[in-house]
């Protein structure tokens, strides 16, 4: 089946520091890639909508010039908080749908902590 | 716009006992319906989907989900609950455009041994 890989699993750097996590399909081609954000027990969180060639689509409330997303190939979308704060620190996950698939795949997610 | 209530944020069911976790949506059109688990500090894992097609929809581990289109529900069952199904699901559902997923806030099992 399709099988998404996120990486770095966790990353722990400092405050004003930028941190970049990928996330890539692993057999197939994902037009598409949404980042998700995840808070301690909470719900996942939609970031934004990653395309292909294209500029993201964010999220109202999401940082855009904060949270960096580019999607340069069909296998490779990644997402850069920049400057980081101690409120960034989170659980970000990414998910893909292969195209003409109904369901979505989603990395491991990525644990940030800023201290 | 599409929205997932999950009413519980914790069921506890004995091992061996039949599960229930709840799930109502809202959808403008017809739903995509999903549900995932979560294990601690992993991704989400696809379990079901209804898409169309027969109400009762079977997937992973033994769990299965009835679609009830005058009730707007998708309720996750499974007959005979494990210790090992133990865990945060989530209910999800999207419209027919390309649209995504949006979650419900999640329901956390836990399986008495």
């Known amino acids: 089946g399709a099988v998404v890989s996120q990486h770095p699993s966790r990353v722990i750097c400092k405050s004003g520091t930028s941190v970049k996590i990928e996330c890539r399909s692993l057999?197939?081609?994902?037009?598409?890639m949404f980042w998700y954000r995840q808070f301690p027990k909470q719900s996942l969180m939609l970031m934004a909508t990653?395309?292909?060639?294209?500029?993201?689509?964010?999220e109202q409330g999401v940082e855009k010039d904060k949270f960096l997303i580019n999607h340069a190939s069909l296998t490779l979308s990644t997402l850069t908080v920049t400057s980081a704060h101690p409120e960034d620190s989170s659980f970000y996950i990414c998910?893909?749908?292969?195209?003409?698939?109904?369901?979505?795949?989603f990395g491991a997610g990525s644990r940030l902590t800023v201290l | 716009a599409q929205s997932v209530a999950q009413p519980e944020d914790q069921v506890n069911v004995a091992e061996g006992n039949p599960l229930t976790v709840k799930c109502t949506y809202s959808?403008?059109?017809?739903?995509?319906l999903f549900w995932y688990v979560q294990y601690p500090n992993r991704g989400l894992q696809f379990l079901l989907k209804?898409?169309?097609?027969?109400?009762l929809v079977k997937g992973s581990y033994g769990f299965e989900a009835e679609f009830n289109k005058s009730q707007t529900s998708f309720h996750l069952k499974k007959p005979s609950a494990l210790v090992s199904d133990s865990a945060l699901y989530f209910c999800?559902?999207?419209?027919?455009?390309?649209?995504?997923?949006?979650f419900g806030k999640g329901t956390r099992l836990s399986v008495i041994a």
């Open positions: 998910s893909a749908r292969e195209t003409g698939a109904n369901v979505l795949t």
């Open positions: 057999d197939f081609q994902a037009t598409t």
């Open positions: 990653s395309n292909e060639g294209s500029k993201a689509t964010y």
């Open positions: 959808v403008s059109g017809n739903p995509y």
């Open positions: 209804y898409i169309t097609g027969d109400n």
């Open positions: 999800a559902v999207r419209d027919a455009g390309n649209t995504p997923l949006v």
